[in-house]
Nanobody
Framework: QLQLVESGGGLVQPGGSLRLSCAAS????????IGWFRQAPGKEREGVLC????????HYADSIKGRFTASRDNAKNMAFLQMNDLKPEDTAVYYC?????????????????WGQGTQVTVSS
């Protein structure tokens, strides 16, 4: 079965940090670009950033620059999203997704596989 599974979400105070994990099973993650998306209540799903197969990162949301970092460990078939200095407006369900293509994309419909999402809540 081909799937992605996220973990690491939770409740954190403003200014805190979380590290999300994305584990792939049934396929080899190193052939895919990994996109991180989020969806807040009542809003559309938005691309946050993408890490390419070669490890390059593209940010799609200006609000996360300098605070969020993507990484990957192909040997473990996993990807990660480190989120620092979290703000209440970062509250959303976060998803990882896999795209087998030369380039990253911020369009959700272009991705091949999706995780189930993990809730991140930033509140005091």
């Amino acid at each position: 079965q081909l799937q992605l599974v996220e973990s690491g979400g939770g409740l954190v105070q403003p200014g805190g940090s979380l590290r999300l994990s994305c584990a792939a099973s049934g396929f080899t993650l190193d052939l895919y670009n990994i996109g991180w998306f989020r969806q807040a209540p009542g809003k559309e799903r938005e691309g946050v950033l993408c890490i390419s197969r070669s490890g390059g990162t593209t940010h799609y949301a200006d609000s996360i620059k300098g605070r969020f970092t993507a990484s990957r460990d192909n040997a473990k078939n996993m990807a990660f999203l480190q989120m620092n200095d979290l703000k209440p407006e970062d509250t959303a369900v976060y998803y990882c997704a896999a795209l087998r293509h030369y380039y990253c994309s911020h369009y959700p419909h272009e991705y091949d596989y999706w995780g189930q999402g993990t809730q991140v809540t930033v509140s005091s």
